[in-house]
C-alpha cells in the first residue's frame, strides 16, 4: 500500500508543477508565471505525494453550469503493469487508486460549483479511466485542438 497525501494545490509553486510536466514529458511548455495564472483559473486543483514527492496531479475549470475536468495526471511508475505507452503522465492503468481520488475530488469540486455537465477529452488509453469515473462517449462529438502559434497564424489573415 502506498502512503498517499493529497492536496489543494496550495501546497505546490509554479516551479514544482513546471518541474512534474517536465518529469512527465508533458508536450505543454508553460512557464511558471503561465503556471501561476492556471493555478488561480481553477475552480479545483488536487495534487498527489508520495514521500513528499509530486507524482500526481488533477485539475478542473467550472463556469458555474459545465464544468472541464481540464487534466488528470500520474507518474507512471504509480500505475503499474498495465501502463504502456508512458506518455505524458496520461492515465492508463490506476493500479493504487491515486488517479481516480484525484479526480474524484476534483469532480465533487466542479459539481459543488454548480456544475451541471462535466466534460474532458481521453486519449486512447485514458479513455478506459475516465469510462470508469462514470464518463459516457457523447456520439458525433469530435475533439478539436488549437495551438496558440496556429492560432497566430489564422488571425493574421483574417481582417
Known sequence: MVDVQYGDGADSTPHELTEFYRRLGHTLAAQPEQIRKMIKKSTALVTARVDGRLVGLARGVSDGVRGYLTECKLDPSYQGPGCVT???????HDTHGIAREMAARVL???FADGAQRVD???YGTELDFCEELGFKRNGGLVGVTLMAPD????TKTVS
Open 120 to 122: 474532458t477529452v481521453a
Open 108 to 110: 465533487d469540486a466542479l
Open 151 to 154: 492560432w497566430a497564424g489564422v
Open 86 to 92: 508512458r506518455t505524458d503522465g496520461r492515465v492508463e
